[in-house]
């Protein structure tokens, strides 16, 4: 019998070996070049940790809340597109596992199963993510039965106004299934013998006009607090906090959408100084290790959100997979912490890592 995977990316190369090559370049692969799909990762290796010693680490707590409900640790679940390729129970499996190690799970917009087949699957905290359509009325019809059905919160991703170009899907000629939330609604099947069918699909349904100003329409349409997702810079920071979103969240979009931009990691002190507490700030991208967790943290992060790490333990072992990945990154930030004297997230500080900005200053 194959040994159990002691990390993340052990369960990645099962997944590797589970899924059909082009569902798996799907989910693994990134922009263009993916220069920062590497980065996002890479850029934490550059990060060290400065950790006290002799503090009573007999106790550890990870618990925390976000938006005001109470989940086990900072490791929240990233909206990830069609599930069911990864695995036949898709977000159903993953939103059990959420509600099993008591976190929070975002459901993608584009998922395999309805929002009604999750919300009755289990009693996990939801949250929808949210894409604008130019036919902006299934966009609505769609967080109102989110709302009817429990889900808790909308992240509207922000940072699509088109769909980046993923050469493996193009190569590929990657094939999205029909979307069950949008049955009766609006056809997501796509023929087009240009490459991938899903960059056609987005092309002909994104609203690539949504700008500041539409978050007002949002609000009109549900009672539902609003949680802004693509976020990069302290401008767009200063402006979300502007138009009165309930969170951040600092993301590249799994480094999927413009390929140069920052690792989310380098970009997150900037947009965490500039909201200055006025909301929270989470965190999304590149996370592999409860070191991870711990350098987002310590940068003002108030919780992360994993994603391709569901996607590879929901494609390697289903809904145990993923609360096997969820409970990996949870040990590993334990242990983290311990080794660092913080004995609960909230003394986790920015003097306990050392990033590369401070090793330049303090050679001037």
Known sequence: MAAEPVNVNEFQELAKQALPKMYYDYFSGGAEDQHTLRENVEA????????????????????????????????????????????????IATARAAAACNTIMVLSFMSTCTVEEVASSCNAIRFLQLYVFKRRDVSAQ???????????????????????????????????????????????????????????????????????????????????????????????????????????????????????????????????????GKVPVLFDGGIRRGTDIFKALALGAQAVFIGRPVIYGLAAKGEHGVRRVIEMLKDELEITMALSGCSSVKDISRRHVRTEQDRLRSML
């Open 44 to 91: 934490f290796s550059r990060i060290t940790f400065q950790p006290r010693i002799l503090v009573d680490v007999s106790k550890i707590d990870m618990s925390t809340t976000v938006l005001g409900f109470n989940i086990s640790s900072p490791i929240m679940i990233a909206p990830t597109a069609q599930q069911k390729l990864a695995h036949p129970e898709g977000e």
């Open 142 to 276: 769609l967080v109102q039965r989110a709302e009817r059905n429990g889900f808790k919160a909308i992240v509207l991703t922000a940072d699509t106004p088109r769909l980046g170009r993923r050469e493996a899907d193009i190569k590929n000629r990657m094939v999205s299934p029909q979307l069950k939330n949008f049955e009766g609604l609006i056809s997501t099947e796509v023929v087009t013998d240009k490459g991938s069918n899903i960059e056609a699909l987005a092309s002909g349904i994104f609203d690539a006009s949504l700008s500041w100003k539409d978050i007002e329409w949002l609000r009109s349409i549900t009672n539902l607090p609003i949680l802004i997702k693509g976020v990069l810079t302290c401008e767009d920071a200063i402006k979300a906090v502007e138009v009165g979103v309930s969170g951040i969240v600092v993301s590249n979009h799994g480094a999927r959408q413009l390929d140069y931009v920052p690792a989310t990691i380098s970009a997150l002190e900037e947009v965490v100084l500039a909201v200055g």
